[in-house]
């Protein structure tokens, strides 16, 4: 599924984005290629969610263009832009509590289903084939995941580390080429970071798609990204590979007023 | 068709004479994507006949070992065949094990292939790939995550599979069946072949014993040990081809290789590998098979998950559900001890069978129970009288990897509580001058790999050394006492086992591990685990907030619970046995710090060792805390230092105190 030299597989132009007169995002662009894993961060308020937002089609930008493939998305339904390949997780864990893990996972295929209220109602024939399709590729995502032990157990019961990594799930089901993170460990301990940083590399593995991680944790952040796009005050200020973005010091003094030696947690 | 005139001498040889009599039927699953996989025996031939081949390609042969590493998986069953059809020695390796102890059992084996389930254990060879010198290939189940290692021999398994399909009509191994097969060496014609050239005598299996001495050892065991051993055994203990069994044990327990392969190509039973560590419960229940072998430690478990379920039920259901068991119990007791069941015990049976142990047994997954061993460590007579008690026929096996797995066993209808059952037909008994039982049979092993003098010293004339003390009761049946070494004297000269209070103190839902002190001392006292999910259960329900295990250990309520229990338990006990003081350990014993064993057995002398300031503390009369510093040990291999005061508390002996 590498989309080789075929161009950035998400690409965004110039976004700018205004809630009333507070300017969230302005002349924001950035490239991420198929298998790469590109890191958003920036302090509190920089607009890192917000563009997440405005690429997956929950905000309309004032200007500037985001592209799927080549192909323009730019102010499109967030359905669309799903049924188009882009998948999310959220912050604060959306996911439907009362339901089994299996079911939410289900929910995350449904635009690939394609048996109407007829055909599922009817069941047998086509019903049943597309139901055991997708059965089969969300119990290939729990076994992907090891959350086999909890496939029968309710969402809003789990704890919430496993409820992270079954959102996640739920993302993985719509077979996305463009999955966004939103802040994917926080409120983790150590061990359950380290499961879901294996986690978001073995998806890079296997599925290659385009990745991009809105993360706080720094060492996870210049472990695992390929880049680095670095927020403040909703613009830009700084892109590269990790690397480089530990000695900016563009990025020092965002972070930290003052320029000091490096980055937090960039020394581990 | 020559081969089913003469009873088949090795494991190959079952599997061939499996797919060739009743091919179509199951011979193992696997749940796999929320649906149990089936695989016929037909379909097992292929798959061992490919990865024989495959091996054989890799230059693997008589006499190599290989070694694997993983959950219980058809796959990893499938190698340890393959390998022992093409003569040479599976090598199967705790799971569990950190990179240092793995490294240790494949150097020692000297293994030239390890089959490894997924990159977990991908990842802790190659930390110790440098000290293992004579491993060439690593071969992996599972490949995620394992996309972009380069390392070389590393590959997976399904490329062996493949390379051992394509070998046919190229390559050494096909020539040299096509010799012996003649024409048409696809199929069971072809590993005929092979089969015919591994005898009986041959080494089928390295198991390393867990070792509560130390130093782990590789046993011997050839083919003819471990089939006429499993045909002993299927003497008194029926198993038949309708039979299911879980594998769930780790393979590299020789308790699970004797169940889920030698009875299993024996008998023709299914085998059923559960989907993973967590859902084993689960999976238990769906299967519920029809045969189950076990150490103590599981049933322990299971009957810890039905106390917490009568607690959490509401006060009809708890009360009704308390006073059947409870009778029950006593009336298991008293058959057990011979006696026979009252008119009285016959109504509360009638009234409690379908009222409630019959929905006990199907929690449980015991609803179609037919054979349930407990093994491979002394079981509390509690645990046994509560299955008996509730309708399941647990009866008991003691042996050792060195004799094969089973050495006696309880037949269902002749179980006495103290004992551990006759000897299976073949195996003879004996106990030496010292009290210690010695062991003739067939299956013995044949020696220790690459250690000839421990052999010798546990070889003599023939007969086995257990390293246990025992006693053979007038009907013949194998009492025993604890391990030799263990059996120590109280300062007055009172015998103690601490392996007896031990298991008693484990009976309790809420003490999961206990350590029992008194060698040379006036009193015995007792350093427990508390079982943390039954604690924290109990914990949950009375609101005591608590924020990891050690601080839920030192907790004042429940310190006072695990007084009751331990004052409760004392009423079992010898009064001069009885548990005069105890602590709640900070930590809990783990074998990743060699506190225990992977069978979770106490190293003894290492704990003796390692809480020797915490022991102290417990003789003497004036300390009523200890404070420790403790080095913990993470699972990636880091250590923090945990510093924690913890409190003795002392028992007031309960019932008169002898006067001496």
């Given at each position: ?99 089994t893990v299996l079911e939410n996972i289900l ?25 055991l399709?997708h059965r089969e590729a969300a119990e290939r995502i729990i076994d992907f995941l090891e959350i086999s032990h909890i496939r029968k157990a309710a969402a809003?019961?789990l704890?919430?580390?496993l409820?992270?990594r079954v959102?996640?799930g739920?993302?993985l089901a ?21 499961d879901?940083?294996r986690f978001?590399?073995d ?66 | ?25 199951i011979a193992i699953r696997e749940k796999e994507y929320g649906i149990w996989q089936s695989h016929?025996?037909?379909?097992s031939?292929?798959r ?20 694997l590493v993983g959950d219980n998986r058809p796959e990893l069953y499938w ?16 799971q569990d ?19 490894a389930e997924d990159q977990e254990q ?18 992996y189940k599972d490949p995620k995550g ?11 398994l ?86 299911e069994m879980l594998a769930y044990l780790p393979m590299?327990?020789?308790?699970d290789?004797?169940f889920s392969?030698?009875?299993a ?5 299914a085998i059923n590998c559960p989907e993973s560590v967590e859902t084993v419960r689960a999976d238990f229940r769906e299967i519920g098979p029809?045969?189950t072998?076990a150490?103590?430690?599981i049933?322990?478990s299971l009957?810890?998950q ?57 929690q449980l997954g015991?609803?179609r ?292």
């Amino acid at each position: 599924m590498l989309n080789g030299d075929r161009g950035p597989r998400l690409r965004a132009e110039d976004v700018l984005v205004r809630f009333g007169g507070v300017t969230a995002l302005s002349g924001v662009g950035m490239d991420v290629r198929g298998g790469e894993i590109l890191a958003l961060i920036g302090p509190n308020g920089a607009g890192k969610t917000t563009l997440i937002n405005t690429i997956s089609g929950v905000y309309r930008p004032a200007a500037g263009r985001i592209f799927l493939d080549g192909r323009e998305i730019t102010g499109r339904a967030p359905d669309e832009v799903a049924r188009r390949g882009v998948a999310r997780t959220f912050q604060n864990v959306s996911l439907f509590g009362g339901m089994t893990v299996l079911e939410n996972i289900l929910v995350g295929r449904h635009i690939h289903m394609r048996a109407g209220i007829l055909a599922s109602g009817i069941y047998w024939g086509w019903g049943e084939r597309d139901e055991l399709r997708h059965r089969e590729a969300a119990e290939r995502i729990i076994d992907f995941l090891e959350i086999s032990h909890i496939r029968k157990a309710a969402a809003g019961t789990l704890p919430y580390g496993l409820r992270k990594r079954v959102d996640l799930g739920r993302a993985l089901a719509a077979e996305p080429t463009v999955l966004l993170l939103d802040e994917p460990m926080t409120g983790m301990n150590r061990e359950e970071k380290e499961d879901m940083v294996r986690f978001i590399l073995d998806i890079s593995d296997e599925w290659a798609p385009a990745i991009v991680l809105i993360e706080h944790d720094m060492g996870v952040v210049m472990d695992i990204s390929n880049r680095v796009v670095v927020l403040d005050h909703g613009r830009k200020i700084a892109e590269g590979v990790p690397d480089q973005i530990r000695t900016n010091t563009d990025v020092l003094r965002a972070y930290l007023g003052a320029a000091p030696a490096a980055v937090p947690g960039a020394a581990r | 068709m020559t081969v089913r005139d003469a009873a088949p001498a090795t494991l190959p040889a079952l599997l061939l004479a499996h797919a060739e009599t009743g091919g179509a039927r199951i011979a193992i699953r696997e749940k796999e994507y929320g649906i149990w996989q089936s695989h016929t025996w037909a379909q097992s031939l292929d798959r061992v006949h490919a990865l024989a081949k495959g091996f054989a390609q890799l230059g693997f042969g008589r006499g190599d070992r290989l070694a694997l590493v993983g959950d219980n998986r058809p796959e990893l069953y499938w190698a340890l065949l393959a390998a022992q059809a093409l003569g040479g020695i599976p090598v199967p390796v705790y799971q569990d094990a950190t990179a240092g102890e793995l490294q240790y059992a494949i150097a020692h084996a000297g293994a030239r292939i390890v089959v490894a389930e997924d990159q977990e254990q991908v990842d802790k060879i190659l930390e110790v790939r440098g000290q293992l010198p004579a491993v060439e290939h690593i071969l992996y189940k599972d490949p995620k995550g394992l996309r972009h290692y380069a390392e070389p021999g590393l590959q997976s398994l399904d490329g062996v599979f493949a390379l051992g399909r394509e070998s046919d009509g190229a390559g050494p191994l096909s020539a040299s069946l096509a010799r012996a097969a003649g024409p048409g060496t696809n199929g069971p014609a072809a590993f005929r072949a092979l089969v015919e050239g591994i005898g009986p005598e041959d080494v089928a299996l390295i198991s390393y014993t867990s070792g509560t001495t130390g130093a782990c050892k590789g046993v011997m065991l050839s083919h003819r040990a471990l089939i006429e051993t499993g045909r002993s055994f299927l003497q008194v203990v029926p198993v038949g081809p309708s039979d299911e069994m879980l594998a769930y044990l780790p393979m590299a327990w020789v308790g699970d290789t004797f169940f889920s392969v030698v009875i299993a190509l024996l008998s023709g039973a299914a085998i059923n590998c559960p989907e993973s560590v967590e859902t084993v419960r689960a999976d238990f229940r769906e299967i519920g098979p029809t045969v189950t072998f076990a150490p103590p430690r599981i049933w322990e478990s299971l009957l810890a998950q039905c106390q917490v379920k009568i607690e959490n039920a509401d006060w009809l259901k708890r009360g009704v559900t308390r006073r059947l068991v409870g009778a029950a119990m006593q009336e298991a007791r008293r058959t057990l001890q011979g006696g026979r069941s009252t008119a009285a015990d016959r109504v509360r049976r009638a009234v409690g069978e379908p009222l409630v142990f019959a929905a006990l047994r199907d929690q449980l997954g015991l609803r179609r129970i037919r054979v349930a061993i407990t093994g491979g460590a002394p079981i509390a007579p509690e645990v046994l009288e509560f299955f008996r008690g509730i309708g399941v026929n647990l009866t008991q096996l003691y042996g050792m990897t060195e004799c094969s797995t089973p050495a006696t066993v309880q037949p269902g209808n002749q179980v006495k509580p103290d004992t551990v059952g006759p000897p299976i037909p073949g195996v003879q008994l004996r106990i030496d001058e010292t009290g210690e039982v010695l062991i003739a049979s067939p299956g013995l092993f044949s020696g220790y790999f690459h250690d000839p003098a421990a052999t010798a010293e546990a070889l003599r004339d023939g007969w086995l050394k257990t390293g246990d003390a025992g006693l053979l009761d007038p009907d013949g049946h194998l009492v025993i006492l604890d391990r030799a070494k263990d059996v120590s004297h109280l300062e007055d000269g009172t015998v103690f086992a601490p392996q007896y209070v031990e298991n008693k103190l484990k009976f309790s839902p809420y003490i999961k591990e206990a350590v029992a002190l008194g060698h040379a001392r006036p009193y015995v006292a007792a350093m427990v685990n508390i079982d943390p999910e039954v604690v924290g259960n109990w914990a949950q329900r009375r609101q005591v907030a608590y924020s990891g295990y050690t601080d839920l250990a030192q907790n004042p309520r429940v310190a006072d619970l695990v007084t009751d229990e331990i004052r409760r338990i004392n009423e079992l006990l010898a009064p001069e046995l009885r548990v005069r003081r105890f602590v709640v350990l900070h930590k809990e014993l783990d074998p990743d710090d060699a506190e225990i064993t992977r069978t979770r057995k106490v190293r003894r002398r290492f704990v003796a060792e390692k809480y020797a300031p915490i022991i102290e503390a417990l003789y003497d009369p004036a300390a009523s805390e200890i404070a420790v510093r403790a080095t913990v040990r993470y699972e990636d291999g880091r250590e923090a230092q945990v510093s924690r005061s913890l409190r003795i508390y002392s028992l007031d002996p309960v019932g008169p105190v002898p006067v001496a």
